[in-house]
């Protein structure tokens, strides 16, 4: 093979890198050369092309910018064995397949698109990019002399209210944290007055209170007072004002002319009165699926524009556009620390793909929060129920899947996208085992949420409740809620004046009013279980809402199946006809029971003294304690 033959086209992000490359010693082979900074190739490498010296290479070297929207481009990745011996040009990345060591055709590398990003991206760049449509509303607004109120995430509210200040061209004079206002007074006690001279110590809300009556007072025309936290300085509900919140209340009506932005959390509430006072409410939650980037001519994929090129090219088959749904309800500076995050974790991987990627994200957000974690139930897991697996896969392919419609069906995706499931059936049947594993298809985050452990002891206190579930199950997105015993907090409403009925009445509102507002590009689903299904509110049992779905005790051939799968889990030889012996017994009971045969034997088996071998005759007498302890629990219900 000549050198005229052997030419790759390699992209750098800047000049610096560009003459870097040129500077490479000639006895370095391809593969040193390309690992040597951030380099992506116009087309795949050939095979054994990496172990040939730089300089037998014809190469032509391009600057990334200098590339049309939409090149695909290609990581250096090559493979160790040596160049075939016949000439062959470098294949186009779409029409052909390179050939293995073994013979074999191996699958196509995927393209990776032209990365606009520079190396680093930081907190406030990503946050100004991922909600630039509402920054430069809220701004519009702002110019316009109207007041604004912001429902966000705290940890973008400090990037939002510069950058919405700045683009308004206003003044921003912004009320303190009361930490801030605590470390400037001890940073100026030794300024203080004499002992006895200093006022009573205020509590922070009172010092905050004072400050923003200051802030009003000499608020000019070309400024805005900021509020970065009006949920906690005057939180609560119009019935159960407090003497702060009715304070805030008093100064911010009491000067309708000026011009306020202020901030809260999605879970937490502001009194109706106060939010009165803002001419304008914004909800920014999630990250949108696609943003304008600088001065492009069109909009970009999320995971391209907020995906700095190190981090796209250290995962083999990223795909921006798959990448979203699996941030799609992170705001963007949590997304930032998960990909720094990825590229800590996988920093020493040989080659992480992006299923490595995403893992690591689902991971993360399990870490982040408290209450949510990763599934480690799988439907291979539950064994049976075949009907029940295919409907809820049907249902798992549109949560999952309904990015890939055309974009004149966008108007449909609301329509498309079920909300959630209600699972009844007696107990035992694996209700939950089957949430976990849809969870787990979905690659998703999953919080099991006890139904009373809801129901608070103070007025609000349960609605308040459901909001930060499901303000959480949002930002762990894709995730899965699941309310066991679902029944005692989403029963029938009831017309009745008791406090009782009025809180589950308010509880069953709430959930109907976060499940109205689930947006289809951030996977959420709600599950409900239940063995009274009598008991559900109508308005929850409506397809729209929940897609109610049976869960039975097993038939003969599902028993046959979970025999199967308990006796190899723990290790117990079921051959010769004993699972059929043991399905016959157990005619009628749930998966729970079938379970705890294999582990009661398992148990014998390992830790009695002395260990009973898990013979036949040992599970007919383990099933026959089960049997009587039954009868017994029967008789004993209906006495």
Not at 181 to 210: C, F, G, K, W, Y
Not at 240 to 255: C, D, I, K, P, Q
Not at 459 to 470: A, K, L, P, Q
Request: aromatic share 6%; with cysteine; hydrophobic share 40%.
């Amino acid at each position: 093979m000549t050198t005229a033959t052997r030419r790759i086209c390699v992209i750098a992000p800047d000049e610096e890198s560009l003459r870097a490359l040129r500077r490479q010693p000639s006895d370095v082979t391809v593969a040193q050369a390309l690992a040597s900074g951030p380099y992506l190739l116009r087309a795949p490498l050939e095979p054994g092309w990496g172990l040939l010296r730089w300089e037998s290479v014809a190469t032509e070297l391009l600057l990334q910018s200098e590339l049309p929207y939409g090149t695909p481009v290609y990581p250096p990745t090559y493979s160790p064995a040596p160049a075939p011996e016949t000439p062959t040009a470098p294949p186009s990345p779409s029409l052909s397949k390179q050939p293995s060591d073994s013979g074999t055709e191996a699958a196509p590398q995927e393209p990776e698109y032209r990365h606009p990003q520079p190396r680093e991206l930081h907190e406030a760049e990503s946050t100004v990019l991922a909600y630039g449509r509402d920054i430069a509303q809220v701004s519009s607004l702002l110019r316009a002399g109207l007041s604004v109120l912001v429902v966000a995430e705290k940890p973008v509210v400090p990037h939002l209210w510069r950058e919405m200040a700045t683009r308004a061209g206003l003044r921003a004079e912004v009320l303190e944290d009361a930490e801030e206002l605590q470390d400037a007074e001890e940073a100026s006690a030794r300024d203080q007055p004499p002992p006895d001279l200093i006022p009573v110590q205020q509590n922070p809300r009172q010092r905050l209170l004072a400050r923003l009556r200051e802030l009003i007072r000499g608020l000019n025309d070309d400024q805005v007072l900021v509020v970065q936290h009006l949920d906690l300085l005057a939180g609560g509900s119009d019935g159960s004002l407090s003497a702060e919140a009715r304070e805030v209340t008093e100064l911010l009506h009491g000067a309708p002319e000026r011009v306020m932005l202020a901030f809260a959390a999605p879970s937490l509430s502001v009194p109706e009165v106060l939010a009165e006072r803002f001419s304008t409410r914004v909800s920014i939650t999630g990250v949108p699926r696609t943003v304008w980037f600088r001065d492009d001519d069109e909009e970009q994929p999320l995971g391209r524009a907020l995906v700095t090129v190190g981090e796209a090219a250290r995962f083999s088959r990223y795909d921006p556009v798959e990448f979203y749904k699996h941030v799609a309800g992170m705001n963007p500076v949590l997304l930032r620390q998960a990909m720094r995050y990825a590229m800590s974790v996988h920093r020493d991987h040989a080659e992480p793909s992006a299923r490595d990627l995403y893992a690591t994200i689902r991971a993360f957000k399990a870490q982040m929060s408290s209450n949510f974690e990763v599934p480690d139930v799988g439907f291979d897991d539950i064994a049976g129920y075949d009907e029940v697996k295919e409907q809820i896969q049907r249902a798992i392919d549109i949560v999952i899947g309904h990015h890939r419609l055309p974009p004149q069906f966008d108007h449909l995706r609301t329509k498309l996208i079920p909300r959630g499931f209600i699972f009844h059936g007696p107990p035992g049947t694996g209700k939950t085992l089957f949430a976990k594993a849809i969870a787990n298809r979905m690659n998703a985050t999953i919080l099991v949420v006890s139904g009373p452990e809801i129901m608070g002891t103070y007025v609000g206190e349960s609605e308040r409740n459901v909001r930060e579930i499901f303000a959480e199950a949002r930002r762990n997105a894709p995730s899965v809620v699941v309310f066991d015993e679902f029944d005692s907090i989403a029963s029938r409403r009831s017309d009745h004046s008791d406090g009782g009925s009025r809180a589950g009445n308010a509880v069953v509102a709430q959930i109907l009013t976060e499940m109205d507002g689930f947006r289809p590009e951030v996977p959420t689903l709600v599950i409900g279980t239940t063995n009274r299904l009598n008991l559900i509110d109508e308005a929850l049992l409506r397809p729209s809402r929940f897609e109610t779905i049976s869960i039975d005790v097993p038939n003969d051939e599902a028993r046959l199946k979970m025999i199967g799968l308990h006796a190899r889990k723990f290790g117990i030889d079921v051959s010769g006809g004993v699972d059929e012996l043991i399905a016959a017994a157990l005619k009628g009971r749930n998966g729970d029971d079938i379970h705890s045969v294999f582990r009661d034997a398992f148990v014998a088996a390992h830790f009695q003294d002395p260990p009973v071998s898990p013979t036949a005759e040992q599970l007919g007498q383990i099933v026959g304690q089960l049997q009587r302890t039954r009868r017994q629990q029967r008789r004993s219900s209906r006495l």
